[in-house]
């Protein structure tokens, strides 16, 4: 699994908890490690969580190792992120995009989290 500061990783085990139960905004990463885009995203997403700390949380589940959680929502690309905010999924984005890109899309979620 990639590791990122500030990027937890969470499994079938705790997901419920960590993410679906979070009284945050989750931003999930859909990885793998043969996944290069989700290589290259990791970084922006460890800047993210430290910026943005107290308005959403970002964290890691490997496709490969909890297959459950990723049939559950539909994930069939690992560069894809996907926001839960009260145990639901509100935004599914895929591909590699730019930190400014990605904060844009986040907006309305920061914005809710703030309020």
Do not use: W, Y
């Not at 690309?77 to 986040?106: C, D, I, N, Y």
């Amino acid at each position: 699994m990639i590791h990122t500061e500030g990027v937890a990783d969470v499994n079938e085990e705790t997901f419920e908890a960590e993410v679906l139960e979070s009284g945050l905004p989750v931003l999930v990463q859909f990885t793998a490690d043969r996944c290069g885009p989700c290589r290259q995203l990791a970084p922006l997403l460890g800047e993210i969580a430290r910026e943005e700390a107290g308005r959403i949380r970002v964290v890691q589940l490997d496709v490969d190792h909890n297959p459950g959680v990723t049939v559950r929502f539909g994930v069939m690309a690992t560069q894809t992120l996907m926001v839960f905010r009260a145990g639901e999924p509100v935004r599914s984005m895929v591909g590699a995009r730019p930190k400014r890109k990605l904060l844009q899309e986040l907006e309305d979620v920061l914005a809710l989290a703030q309020g």
